[in-house]
């Protein structure tokens, strides 16, 4: 038999816990613990568990290590097949965890399975972070089935088909524990932000697929850490998705890349400044200077992942999403 272990990552979210945690401990199967690692918080967290979760087991961190570096901390301590990572905002109705679990008993080939993700303050809306699963175009922006950019679609089951995709959520990202390890885990240099579609995308190079099962739902609340509009968050999708891109993509891609991204990042800065935001422009800035001060070590990881590949990755929009949003093109529908 398969095990299976709910691992949430926490940090400062007391009042997370409070609100979303009853629904995890009490939708876990017989037998699947559940598990809250602690990224270093200050707030009462630790007592918040101890005192109203006794069944969950904690692991205590002395700092914060980011959403990735936490995360392979966490699973270092945990002995399952199978890592259910869950964000501290999600809820989860009684039984979402079984399709999850049958899809990955029944295709071995498969490294990381996510349910669809549903707004928790509007369920009648997909959640931005996920949706029905993921994929990116050319040019590395990150899509959903049900969430082009800014748009996020009503959900009247028109993505309901299990498939494969392109990268799943973080928020509840349900994977085999061999392969995470055998991959090195997240890349704990992102700290946040765009670790999970890095992962699935060397997953894909070793060969796995990733995939999406619309039977199993979760309730995700969404900007927990950072809002949408926070410049860290800009900082961190900007940079850490220049590094994806650096790493991962094949030679063709990546030359497109580094010709068209500057000019489109150089625009996004510019429209934060006609908005006033001037630390949002600051932060797109800081994150290519980041992304050049890396260049070394990412040269060495794109040498690594490109050597020992088995596939390409499949699920990569061959237009440009952006384009395609401009144009009025504002829902998945058929594109992939």
């Known amino acids: 038999m398969s095990t299976a272990k709910i691992v949430i990552l926490n940090w400062n979210g007391a009042h997370h816990l409070r609100r979303f945690l009853p629904s995890v401990v009490a939708a876990a199967p017989a037998g699947v613990e559940v598990i809250v690692a602690d990224n270093g918080s200050t707030d009462d967290s630790v007592e918040v568990i101890a005192r109203e979760f006794p069944t969950v087991r904690v692991l205590r961190f002395d700092a914060n290590y980011g959403f990735a570096g936490g995360y392979n901390r966490a699973l270092e301590q945990v002995e399952a097949d199978y890592f259910i990572l869950l964000n501290s905002d999600v809820e989860t109705p ?36 996920g949706a029905s699963g993921g994929f990116i175009d050319f040019l590395g922006y990150p899509f959903c089935r049900g969430r082009i950019l800014q748009r996020v679609e009503t959900d009247c089951g028109q993505y309901d088909d299990a498939r494969d995709v392109f990268w799943v959520s973080g928020a509840a990202f349900c994977c085999r524990a061999d392969v995470f390890r055998a991959l090195g885990g997240f890349d704990a240099d992102l700290f946040a932000h765009m670790e999970e579609i890095d992962l699935c995308w060397r997953m894909q190079l070793s060969g796995y697929r990733v995939r999406v099962v ?69 932060a797109v800035f ?51």
């Not at 049958?102 to 669809?116: G, N, Q, Y």
């Not at 926070?230 to 580094?258: D, G, T």
């Not at 590949?309 to 401009?326: P, Q």
Request: glycine share 8%.
């Open 214 to 282: 619309p039977e199993s739902k979760v309730y995700h609340l969404g900007g927990g850490t950072l809002t949408t509009d926070s410049p860290r968050k800009v900082f961190f999708n900007h940079r850490n998705n220049l590094a994806m891109l650096y790493k991962c993509a094949p030679p063709v891609q990546r030359a497109v890349v580094a010709v068209v991204r500057p000019g489109l990042d150089l625009l996004a800065a510019l429209s934060y400044l006609v908005q006033g935001r001037v630390d949002n422009f600051c």
């Open 94 to 129: 009684a039984g979402w965890l079984g399709p999850i679990l049958e899809c990955l008993d029944a295709h071995p080939d498969v490294a990381v399975v996510s349910p669809k993700l549903i707004a928790w303050s509007d369920r009648s809306k997909f959640e931005y972070a």
């Open 286 to 336: 800081r994150a290519w200077h980041d992304f050049f001060r890396w260049h070394g070590a990412l040269g060495r990881k794109r040498r690594a992942i490109r050597c020992a590949r088995k596939a390409e990755a499949a699920g990569i929009y061959r237009g440009s999403v952006v384009l395609r949003y401009l144009f009025g093109r504002r829902t998945f529908g058929r594109m992939m």
